[in-house]
Nanobody, 122 residues
Framework: QLVESGGGLVQPGGSLRLSCAAS????????IGWFRQTPGKEREFLAH????????YVAESVYGRFSISRDNARNTVWLLMNNLEPEDTAVYYC?????????????????WGQGTQVTVSS
C-alpha cells in the first residue's frame, strides 16, 4: 500500500512537499512516479525516480518547479513543488512500477496511493 501525505492549501508562489510512504512492501524494489488529476481530466504524469534514486525525470509541464527524490532507508519518496500556481490544484498520486524504463503512462504503474489534495489559492 502506498500512502501520500503533505497536501493542503497553499498560496500562489508557495511550496509544498508531498510524501509517499510504502506500507507492507519494500519501496526500493520499485521505481516511483507522481501524477495528478483534476475533475474531468485524465491523470497527468509529473515525475519519475528510479529504484536507486540515481536518476529522475520531470515532465516538461512542471520542469524547474517540481522535483522528485527518495530515501529507500526511510521507504519514502517525495515530490517537492515550488512556485505553485492555481493551475496546480489537483489530487496528487504516487504510484509504483517495476518497468525497466522511465514509465510515464498510468497503465505502466501497478500500485497506487489514495491521493492527497493540493489546493493553490489566495
Amino acid at each position: 500500500q502506498l500512502v501520500e501525505s503533505g497536501g493542503g492549501l497553499v498560496q500562489p508562489g508557495g511550496s509544498l512537499r508531498l510524501s509517499c510512504a510504502a506500507s507492507g512492501f519494500t519501496l526500493d524494489y520499485y521505481a516511483i512516479g507522481w501524477f495528478r488529476q483534476t475533475p474531468g481530466k485524465e491523470r497527468e504524469f509529473l515525475a519519475h525516480v528510479w529504484r536507486s534514486g540515481s536518476s529522475t525525470y520531470v515532465a516538461e509541464s512542471v520542469y524547474g518547479r517540481f522535483s522528485i527524490s527518495r530515501d529507500n532507508a526511510r521507504n519514502t519518496v517525495w515530490l517537492l513543488m515550488n512556485n505553485l500556481e492555481p493551475e496546480d490544484t489537483a489530487v496528487y498520486y504516487c504510484a509504483a512500477t517495476d518497468r525497466t524504463w522511465t514509465a510515464t503512462m498510468v497503465k505502466e504503474y501497478d500500485y497506487w496511493g489514495q491521493g492527497t489534495q493540493v489546493t493553490v489559492s489566495s
